[in-house]
């Protein structure tokens, strides 16, 4: 297939429910004409800059990467050393990034949807991508489990996909769920039950890890948020395993076929058992490796809108 019919053009990637399945196909199968070693054909040069108010090592990095691949310059920003240490909002900021020639600004903040008053502005010209808001969003997230389950199996319909964990607090369950129904996935949600609240119901039942393990064809972990609960939780980390985690007992009840993923980074002993976290069903380095594949296609199609503009 030609690389054109792969290219997609987007102004800003803040959602997956904003894209289409057409755009969120396109950018799967470009992240993967990237990972095969097709050459960039960006329309235009720009400048880039990563803001990260959250701590993140993966989405930080991995667009770093994506950036460099592409060839687009980086303009550094640390919010530590910045003037959001004398008062300035997140807002001001951007502006500023904007008006010095920014081209993307991709953000990670804790407020949920902190990006609508940037999109909105009338000033704001650069382009928004969301590295992830609060327990609301991580469409780049998504995009890189998307394209791990599709290069995996070759389609979503169908697929039994099991989403287990801190359901509540994550940005990357909500995010999969919303694109997977749509694909076709049947999603089942499990761990704690007091961490599948009303919003879940329309995605797909609460069952027991133990239900799903022989059945499903995809077991996504999620990572217990211990930094967005109250500090009040009651946890242990050896009842969460032996309860909620993968045990070498489950993965052995797997299917042959079943594949195990994890945003990461990873609670060892926890959500998934230390010594499984590199066993052979595991996905989780390719989905790392995957991110800037992703990531390229989607700095990419926004580079493509910016230059239809
Ligand atoms: N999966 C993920 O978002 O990891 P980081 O927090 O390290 O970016």
Known sequence: MPIIDEKVSLQHVVTMES?????????????????????????????????????????????EMAELRLGLSMIDFDAKTSSVNKGETLYDTILTMSALGVDI????????????????????????????????????????????????????????????GDLAHSRVAKSNMQMLQRLGAHLFFAGPSEWYTE????????????????????????????????????FSKEDYHRLHGLTQERYERMKDTAIIMHPAPVN???????????????RIVRQMQNGVFVRMAILEAVLHARAKK
């Open 19 to 63: 894209l289409s399945t057409e755009e969120v196909m396109g950018l799967i199968k470009r992240g993967l004409s990237f990972k095969r070693g097709e050459a960039v054909a960006l329309p235009q040069t720009g400048y880039v800059s990563n803001l990260f108010f959250e701590d993140s090592t993966r989405t930080h990095k991995s667009f």
């Open 105 to 164: 600004c991709v953000i990670r903040h804790s407020e949920v949807e902190y990006y609508q008053e940037l999109i909105d502005s009338p000033t704001i010209t650069a382009s928004i991508v969301n590295g992830g808001d609060g327990s609301g969003q991580h469409p780049s997230q998504s995009l890189l489990d998307l394209m791990t389950i599709y290069e995996e199996f070759g389609h979503f319909e169908g697929l039994k996909i099991m989403i287990a």
């Open 199 to 234: 919003e879940f119901a329309a995605y797909g039942q609460h069952v027991s890890l133990d239900e799903i393990v022989e059945e499903a064809d995809v077991l996504m972990f999620l990572r217990v948020q211990h930094e967005r609960h109250d500090g009040n939780e009651n």
């Open 268 to 282: 060892r002993d926890v959500e998934i058992a230390d010594e499984l976290v590199e066993a052979p069903k595991s």
